[in-house]
C-alpha cells in the first residue's frame, strides 16, 4: 500500500488529537487529580511512614510500578481488549464472561453475581470520588490562607450541590472545555514536577524497583498496611475501560502513555523531592510544591479538574444503571437524553439526586480529604479484583489462549490485585463501610428485582394458556372483530398475554390484527437492524413479534415496528392500540422469597416506571389492565 500524501495525512491529525484530547478530559480526570491526596494521605497519615530517605523512595517506586502493572500492562494492554462490540466496563465484561461460560449455567450465574457486586460498588465510589477530589482541591485554600479553612466544608458543598443540579441540563455544552482543562492539568502536573526535581535529582532513584522491594523488606509490618494508600494513586483506573465505548481503545491508550502517565510520575516526583528537602511539607506536598505566584491559579485548576472528573464519575453512573436497567436488574427508570447527536449522553434523575445525597452526607460526615481517604479504597480494589476474576473466565474460556502464557499473567494480577484488596479491608472499620454498605444495599435491591421479576413471570405463568390453544378456539367461535391493530406487550413469547384475556373478557372484541409483542435484552451492546425482528404468523389475524436491542440501546417499540416489513401488518399511529398488563404484587407466605424481600419487591414494583414510558408508547395509544398476583 503506498504511503499516504501529505494532505491526506494531514486533514486526519487533528481528528486524531482531537479524539485523544476528548479522551484525556472524560476518561482520566479520576485518577488524574490523584496527586492530590495520595502523598499527602501516605505521610501525613497514620501509617507510619516516616518521610526520609528510604520511606520517600520506597513509596514513589511503589507508586510507579503499580501504574506501571495494574494500568499500563493489566488494563492497556490486556483488559481493554476484552470489549463487547466496542463496549467496556463491568456489565459488558460480564456479559462476555457468561457467554464465555454459556455450558456451565452455576458458573454463569456466579459470574453474574460478580458482576452485579462490582457494579454495586461503583455506586459506592461514584459517592467518594466527587467528595474527596473537590474537598483535596478547595483545601488548597488552606495554603495560601489558613484563616480560611472554616470556609472549606461549605464552599465544596456549593460546587458539589450545583455539579448535581446542572445534570438535567446535558453536559454537550460544558464538556467542550473538559479536553482542554485537563490537557492544561497534566501539563500542569508536569510542570510541577519538574520543578522539583530539579531542585532534588536524586528522587529519580525511585524508578529502580529495589526501592520498593526495600521498603517491604525494612517494614514488614507496614508494607501492606500502607498499600492502602498508595492505591489512591490508582483510582479512576477502571474509568479507562468503563469509557471505551465513546473513544475506542486506541486514543486512551494514546493518552495514557504520551501524555497523563508521565504527568503523574513527574508531579509524584516532585512532592516526592520536595518532601526529601522538607518533611514538613507532607501535610499538603501538592500545593506546597508549588511557587507562592502559582498557588491561586493552581487552585483554581485544580478546582475545575476535580470537578470534571466527579462528572466522569457521575456519567459513568447513569451509564451503568442504563446497562442495568436493560438486564433487567433494577427497576425501570425515566432516562432523558441530554443531547441530540451523542446517545450516551443520558441523565437518569433518580440515579442523580440519590448520588447528590451521598456525596453530602459524606462531605459532611468526614469533613476532610484525609478523613475521607480512610474510606476510599474499598469501593474501588473490589470493582478491580472483581473485573480481574470475569477477565480470566474471558481468557480461558471465550479466547482460549494457551494456559503457558495465560496463568502466570492472571496470577499476577490476582496477586497485586488480592494485597490491593487486603490493604483496604481495615478500612471497613474506619469508615470505609460507608461505600461497603452502600453496595451491599444496592446488590441486595438488584438481585432482589431480578428474582422478583422471575417469580412473577412464574406465578403468571401457572395461568397461562398457550398461544395455539387460543386461536384454534379463535376459528371455533370467533368473536366480534374490529379494525386496527392491537399490540399486546408480554414478557413469554409462548403463551397469551393476560392482558388479551382481560380485555377479551370485559370487551368481547378482537382487532382485526392481534400482535404479540415480547421484547429481549440481549448481552451484546446493539442488535443489528437484520437481527431486530422474529415474526411468526399464526392465522386468524395473530402474529408473534420479538424484537431484540442491545443493552447500551433504547428500546423504541413505535419506531422498531415501523421498519418491520410485513405488508400484512399495518402500525401506522392512528390504527395501532398498544394493551399493557399492570401486576400488583401481594407478598403471601409461599416459600419464593424472604417476606421482607417480597415487600420490597412490591415496593420497587409500585414505584418503577412504567412500560409506557419505557417503550417509549405514545400516550394516546395506551390500554393498561391491572392484575393481583400473589408471590
Sequence with gaps: ?????????????????????????????????SPLYTLKEVFAGHYGVQANHDGVLGILSMIFWSLIWVVSIKYMLFVLRADNQGEGGVMALTALARRAAAAYPRLQNLLMLLGLFGAALFYGDSMITPAISVLSAVE??????????????????????????IQRHGTARIGVVFGPVMLAWFIALGALGLYGIVQSP????AINPYWCVNFFLAHPGIGVTVLGAVVLALTGA???????????????????FVLVLPGLTLNYFGQGALLLADPESARNPFFLLAPGWALLPLVALSTLATIIASQAVISGAFSLTHQAIQFGYIPRMFIQHTSSHERGQIYIGAVNWALMVGVVLLVLGFKSSGALASAYGVAVTGTMLITTLLFSVVMLRLWRWPLLVTLPILLGFLLVDSLFFAANVPKIFEGGAFPVIAGMGLFVLMTTWKRGREILVERLGESVLPLPTFVASIRIQPPHRVMGTAVFLSARSDAVPHALLHNMLHNQV?????????????DRPRVEEDRRFEVEAYGEGFYRVILHFGFMEEPDVPQALTLCHLTDLDFSPMRTTYFLSRETVIPTKRMAMARWREALFAFLLRNANSSLRYFKLPFNRVIELGTQVEI
Design 238 to 256: 477502571e474509568a479507562l475501560y468503563a469509557d471505551m465505548g465513546h473513544f475506542g481503545r486506541s486514543p486512551i491508550a494514546r493518552a495514557w
Design 1 to 33: 500500500m503506498s504511503e499516504p500524501t501529505p494532505a491526506v495525512a494531514n486533514a486526519h491529525r487533528p481528528a486524531g488529537i482531537g479524539l485523544l484530547i476528548a479522551a484525556v478530559g472524560v476518561v482520566y480526570g479520576d485518577i488524574g487529580t
Design 510 to 522: 378482537l382487532h382485526e390484527q392481534v400482535v404479540l409483542l415480547t421484547v429481549v435484552s440481549e
Design 202 to 205: 536524586e528522587v529519580l532513584k
Design 140 to 165: 488548597g485554600l488552606e495554603v495560601a490562607f489558613p484563616t480560611v479553612a472554616h470556609w472549606v466544608v461549605p464552599l465544596s458543598l456549593v460546587l458539589l450541590i450545583g455539579l448535581f443540579l
